[in-house]
């Protein structure tokens, strides 16, 4: 499996709280991706990165802010958690490549998040 | 942005016989359809994974096709077994600006009965 962890693995947090997120990888990896997963909806793009300190919105970034001052880390926070941001969380990475090459993206074990 | 649907949401099937996804596609310029299984509790692994120069692919009991003039493209699994029962995520790839996004379907819940 590709170097790639999250954490926490779990976390219940209050409604209005800051929460931070945390993916790391060893595979250096350019680009990282935070994905939500709730049933009926598949994976749901929040932001993504494709450097240190560049970082563009994905389809659901409402609520969400990304950080990535190295290349292994890259860290979600939400900013003010609500309940509709209970969820599981994804980190994934993927090499860059160049015209029709592409490389799979790889999945962290992911983070459950309950807001309450 | 790219628009990835996904058919039959659940699907059972006998074991041994066979099962078909299938995923349409809304942006003409995506050129990388991936698909991944995902166990319960698992993160989502790739199984295979097809470019837009190819219009099909195969490995072991699994195959996936693809028709970019109808923007479609299915997997298939043969000789199914209760351990392909599984969540079933194809996506599509294409690469707005400097970047390389995947758009995920909706998933597909596979039950192999025995």
């Known amino acids: 499996d590709a170097g790639i962890t999250q954490s926490p693995r779990h976390k219940v947090t209050e409604t209005g709280t800051p929460v931070t997120l945390r993916c790391h990888q060893t595979?250096?990896?350019?680009?990282m991706y935070w994905y939500r997963q709730d049933p009926g909806h598949g994976l749901r793009l929040i932001h993504y990165?494709?450097?240190?300190?560049?970082?563009d919105k994905g389809e659901v970034s409402d609520g969400y802010s990304v950080s990535r001052s190295k290349t292994e880390d890259f860290l979600l926070t939400l900013e003010s958690a609500t309940s509709s941001q209970t969820s599981v969380y994804f980190c994934?990475?993927?090499?860059?490549?160049?015209?029709?090459?592409?490389?799979?993206?790889?999945f962290g074990q992911g983070t459950r998040l309950t807001v309450v | 942005g790219e628009n990835v649907e996904q058919h039959p949401s659940t699907l059972s099937v006998q074991e041994g016989d066979s099962a078909v996804i299938k995923c349409t596609y809304s942006?003409?310029?995506?050129?990388?359809f991936p698909w991944y299984k995902q166990e319960l509790g698992k993160r989502p692994q790739l199984i295979i994974d097809?470019?837009?120069?190819?219009g099909e692919k195969k490995d072991q009991r699994i195959a996936v096709t693809l028709n970019k003039t109808a923007k479609h493209f299915s997997l298939h699994i043969t000789e199914t077994q209760p351990e392909d029962s599984a969540v079933y995520f194809c996506?599509?790839?294409?690469?707005?600006?400097?970047?390389?996004?995947?758009?995920f379907g909706s998933g597909t819940q596979l039950t192999v009965l025995p």
């Open positions: 994934a990475i993927s090499e860059s490549g160049t015209g029709m090459s592409g490389t799979e993206a790889f």
């Open positions: 595979e250096n990896h350019r680009y």
């Open positions: 990165s494709y450097g240190v300190k560049d970082t």
């Open positions: 942006d003409s310029a995506s050129n990388y």
């Open positions: 097809i470019r837009s120069n190819v």
């Open positions: 996506a599509a790839r294409s690469s707005p600006g400097s970047a390389r996004q995947l758009t």
